[in-house]
């Protein structure tokens, strides 16, 4: 069965893998971390909704 939270939480971890390298190369690492945070939490804001959408159509089509 699909787990959105886990998912969510693999997402999360991955973009904050990513995150962590990035700022390693950058001056002025706290206004680009706030910067990409901010749509790293858009983003998943996203996700969770389409997520949750389809898995909502899909207990209705059962």
């Known amino acids: 069965m699909f787990?959105?939270?886990d998912f969510m939480n693999g997402l999360y971890f991955s973009a904050q893998d990513v995150l962590e390298v990035y700022l390693r190369q950058c001056e002025n690492k706290k206004e680009i971390?706030?910067?990409?945070?901010?749509?790293?939490?858009n983003y998943l804001d996203i996700a969770e909704i389409e997520i949750t959408t389809k898995l909502d159509e899909l207990k209705e089509t059962k």
């Open 33 to 41: 971390e706030n910067i990409v945070m901010k749509e790293l939490e």
């Open 3 to 5: 787990n959105t939270r």
